[in-house]
């Protein structure tokens, strides 16, 4: 006899009366159910059309990165910030949304942390064009840092 039969032997359902009773007919007619969440027919909203252009955006900074080790100046440093500072923007709003609800939080602290994340968006972005116009600039300072 096995260790598994012997450990789970008590646990068997041998006479349970539940599994022995009939369910009645009304809840084995068939009815339809969807669970697509996009319909053909219908309209999309506005937060669809603001993810699609979210996820090709973040599909087009994949080949943006490795681009940006090799190609040095000015544009290139714009360009990457530009694209950093939207790509991390969307990302903490989503966060905010999902994480700072008034439910969770409270209505005060939700009231707050919106507007908080475009701040630190408004100063990432100063940050990083400040330091692109004022210093060697994103792209330069990554390679000065892998030399090291």
């Known amino acids: 006899m096995s260790l598994s039969r ?15 009773k009939q369910l ?29 252009v979210e996820r090709y955006f973040a599909a087009a900074m994949v080949p943006l990165i490795p681009a ?11 360009v990457l910030v530009g694209a950093l500072t939207l790509h991390i923007h ?12 008034p439910i969770v939080v409270g209505p005060t ?3 707050i942390a919106v507007p908080l ?9 100063a940050g990083l064009l400040h330091f692109n116009t004022n210093d060697v600039g994103l792209t330069k300072a990554f390679e000065m840092i892998f030399a090291l």
């Not at 903490?92 to 609800?101: P, S």
């Open 24 to 52: 009645p007919m009304a809840s084995m007619i068939p009815s339809q159910r969807h669970t697509a969440t996009y319909a053909p027919g219908k309209a999309m909203g506005p937060h669809a059309l603001h993810f699609k």
């Open 68 to 78: 940006a080790y090799f190609v040095h100046g000015p544009i290139m440093d714009m």
């Open 109 to 111: 602290i939700h009231r």
């Open 90 to 101: 969307w990302g903490v709003v989503a966060v905010v949304n999902d994480y700072a609800r």
């Open 117 to 125: 994340a475009y701040v630190a968006t408004i100063l990432l972005l």
């Open 6 to 20: 012997i450990a789970l032997g008590p646990l068997r359902l041998r006479s349970c009366n539940l599994l022995a």
